[in-house]
């Protein structure tokens, strides 16, 4: 695998999307209901804290949607970072900080001290469950008042093993056709990230902080909307949900 993208974001942007759709192929419709539901609660011009943002997925659908949102993406991955920077390079609107989230001073960086909506998607699963209550209380603190929180991730329901064991061999074996015709997977898609003349460096630095890949868990949207009610969030519950994931929303 030889291909190069060097400074190409928009290519990058993509290729990260078809990878990342190999796994989760209703990831739009989980971003379209996500944004409906911050139109719906805190209007079409929200203060939006991108909260483990990676390349900025949602900010970037967050600023087709709402043209005059703003957005603070946080997150650690050096290599994700540099694609997001590069992408909205310019762009007043956004503003990216370095911060781990397991550190007990992340939100200190931040540019604001609330927040209209907090959303994240497919990221938070990397935390297990203790220090993933912390961060809610922590991101309890910067919501604003009928401000709202979402996380859109992997939620396992693990009473139901045979409903979960089909839908993971359907999902797997359209995965496998995909796969067939040329998709890349995560790991692919980080080898050609570190063959890049641009992102070696930044994909070098990434896997010395998360390893090949965190081990964190799945719990159900149910514990999810239980711990954010617990961490001072007035209403939880899904908003969304497939039969691998969901959305959850909170309400402040």
Known sequence: MTTTLGSDWHAWQESWDRQQEWYMPDREERFRVMLDMVEALVGPEPRVLDLACGTGSITARLFERFPKAVSTGVDLDPALLAIAEGTFAGDDRVTFVTADLKDPDWPSRLPYDSYDAVLTATALHWLHSEPLTVLYGQVAGLVRDGGVFMNA???????????????????HALMDGAKAAGVLDWAEWWQLAAQDPVLAEPTARRFEIYGEHADGDTPSAEWHARALRGAGFAEARGVWRSPSDALVLALK
């Open 153 to 171: 991730d992997h939620m396992i329901d693990e009473t139901t093993p045979r409903i979960n064991a089909a839908d993971r061999a359907r999902r």
